[in-house]
């Protein structure tokens, strides 16, 4: 029961990115990268000051961090750029639909082989997101947004493939977000200044600092925790609850107005992710795959 509860708190925190980011870039608060600068600045921070708390070591040369930290610098800047123009819930449908790909190409590169139900949930998980999501109108997508989070995929799934090999969650954690710095930093020095470019508020600081150390330092600290519990396709499946996660939490803190749709979509992808884990089955024994 504690490890479902620490899953339900690492989507949840997933889910508050999105929420968080939307406030702030797409609320004109504060510019993209200049978000995503702050937000690992915090979670470098937070996670430091919490394992040197612990008398531990920070793993800063360590080979891994290669991957760890440059997939996570990667997936830090497509999704803060991606929400200047995205629709939040279009923009989760594309990121966790790359994400699924992503990782289920990386387990089965690793020798994983789902089974046929969990091939079939997420079809059906993807499905109801593309219901969700889908704009109702033919306005084009935009381009831009589209590549960046496409890329914020790409980051993330493989950020969420190199977690399933960490002994230390929260050092390794707050090691990946401390190499993320420079590169963030060096790119808000060298971005173009915009005619009109955006002004950096308090409210948009502040709630990049709550992303940065509380639902990404923390919460990736945790996902990195429960990772090496769980199978690569298990984990991409879980990540598709975000999307609707995200979307209930839009509709009760950005006043959002709730549709049938929404419901409907919701109970598609819920029920594919529920077929997906065998939730729909009798259990003969208990496993973490």
Do not use: H
């Not at 139900?117 to 589209?146: D, K, M, N, Q, Y």
């Amino acid at each position: 029961m504690r490890f479902v509860f620490l899953i339900c708190v690492v989507l949840v925190a997933f889910a508050s990115n999105s929420i968080l980011n939307r406030m702030a870039v797409g609320g004109g608060e504060i510019d993209a990268i200049v978000f995503a600068l702050v937000r690992a600045f915090a979670g470098a921070v937070t996670l430091a000051v919490l394992v040197l708390i612990q008398r531990r070591g920070l793993p800063v040369l360590a080979p891994a961090r290669i991957v760890g930290a440059g997939s996570l610098t990667v997936y830090l800047i497509g999704f803060s750029i991606s929400y200047i123009q995205m629709d939040a819930g279009l923009g989760a449908l594309i990121l966790f639909g790359g994400v699924q790909v992503t990782m289920f190409a990386g387990a089965l590169i690793g020798g994983e082989r789902p089974p046929a139900r969990r091939w079939i949930g997420a079809a059906l998980a993807l499905a109801g997101l593309a219901w969700l999501s889908w704009p109702s109108g033919a306005a084009a997508l935009p381009a831009v947004a589209v590549i960046a989070m496409l890329a914020a995929a790409v980051g993330w799934g493989i950020y969420s493939l190199a977690g399933r090999r960490a002994t230390y969650p929260m050092a390794e954690t707050g090691a990946n977000f401390i190499w993320s710095v420079p590169p963030l930093l060096l790119l808000t020095l060298l971005r173009p200044v915009q005619i009109d470019g955006v002004a950096t508020t308090v409210t948009g600081i502040v709630l990049a600092v709550v992303a940065g150390g509380l639902t990404s330092g923390l919460g990736y600290a945790l996902w990195y925790d429960v990772l090496p519990k769980l199978r690569g396709s298990t984990s991409a499946l879980l990540q598709l609850t975000v999307p609707v996660i995200a979307m209930a939490a839009g509709v009760a803190l950005l006043g959002e107005v709730i549709t049938w749709r929404m419901v409907g979509a919701g109970a598609v992808t819920l029920g594919g992710i529920a077929y997906g884990l065998g939730l729909f089955q009798r259990r003969t024994g208990s496993s973490t795959s």
